[in-house]
């Protein structure tokens, strides 16, 4: 399974080829350990398959002894107050590593300060915090943004008005790549952010925010997003009888059915950028390795995957219906991104 990896990091490439597959490490020293996940939001597409890449890797891992458990837990919204709970009871638990999708970069940090208190190894990944006891696994959120603009820069030399959608509020990652896009806006100044909407990384939210918003818009040249709600976007403009402008997709896999049968139909371009919903692996071998007694350097950067209009087809062919294109990771795959950040 072949995978576009538009950010170039120090352990290299090659981290995407084992899609599925499973490396079990022969170590006794974790086979006690407990590990949980604490999530803080399900509500889209990439949670549900976060959720199930966790269940993929763990589950063997398990099954193996690698370790006593790896069980995943999911707060009912995406409240800080309730996932610092969550997080307190893990704690009482006894559970010797927490993997965290954190609400909120700051609001958790007196619960993991707790659980590092206690002794627990705290992973935190997409939505990281900013305790510094805490590990940070987190693609350059950011970048991610920035590229946006750069290709629409490339598409569109004369710029235009653009519509932004961001996230779910108050989220380090809603808050990165909107950073982001309008860094590369500040770069590219022939375009303007006209308008901008939460769609929550869903593409009914989205939809609907887009619907809100667009009679008082005028002419958008570009969509910048940041995944889950380009088709959601695609539906709203067309709902409205608007030309399609260039939306930047988000690697669901109802916007690159959608991409690929515009493509068919008119030769319509555009690009697909988002972190891998596999990340939790990843996150779950660097506790296991951390458990294991292996020196980890506190902040590791993967790289987000991008699908271009070369790789559409294939990318579109390996990503399941209602699915996102994913990357999920083995031990081997953690050790070489440790190694690399060393």
Same mark, same amino acid.
């Given at each position: 399974m072949t995978r576009k990896i538009l950010l170039t990091t120090a352990f290299g490439a090659g981290l995407g080829t084992a899609l599925g597959l499973m490396a079990v490490p022969a170590v006794a020293d974790t086979s006690d350990s407990r590990i949980a996940l604490s999530n803080n939001y399900a509500g889209n597409s990439w949670r549900q398959a976060m959720l199930t890449s966790w269940e993929t890797v763990t589950g063997p891992a398990v099954a193996e002894g690698v370790v006593a458990a790896a069980d995943a837990f999911t707060t009912g919204e995406n409240s800080a107050t309730e996932q610092a709970a969550q997080i307190q009871n893990m704690i009482l638990q006894g559970y010797d590593a927490i993997v &965290?999708?954190?609400?909120?970069?700051?609001?958790?940090?007196?619960? &993991?300060? =707790?659980a590092c208190d206690a002794g627990i190894v705290v992973v935190s990944f997409d939505g990281i915090v900013t305790e510094p006891c805490a590990w940070r696994i987190a693609v350059d959120f950011h970048e991610m943004g920035r590229v946006q603009i750069e290709y629409l820069a490339e598409h569109l030399p004369d710029g235009g008005n653009l519509l932004e959608i961001r996230g779910l509020a108050g989220v380090f990652v809603d808050d990165e790549i909107s950073a982001g896009i309008h860094a590369g806006v500040a770069e590219h100044p022939q375009f303007e952010i006209v308008g901008s909407v939460h769609g929550d990384w869903a593409q009914d939210v989205a939809q609907r925010a887009v619907a809100g918003i667009l009679p008082s818009l005028p002419e958008i040249v570009g969509v910048v997003t940041q995944g889950g709600d380009g088709y959601g976007a695609a539906q709203a403009i067309a709902a409205a009888g608007r030309d399609t402008p260039i939306i930047i997709m988000g690697n669901r896999q109802d916007e690159l059915l959608w991409w690929s049968e515009q493509k068919a139909a008119n030769g319509y371009e555009t690009m697909s950028v988002s972190i891998a919903p596999g990340v939790s692996t990843l996150a779950f071998w660097v506790a296991q390795q951390i458990l294991d007694g292996n =020196? &980890?350097?506190? =902040?590791l950067v993967v790289p987000f995957l991008a699908i271009t209009q070369d790789s559409l087809a294939e990318d579109l062919a390996n990503t399941p219906v209602g699915g996102v294109a994913n990357v999920e990771y083995t031990l081997e795959d953690a050790q070489e991104v440790i190694a690399g950040a060393m």
């Open positions: &965290v999708n954190a609400a909120s970069p700051t609001a958790l940090n007196g619960a &993991v300060r =707790e =020196e &980890v350097p506190k =902040e």
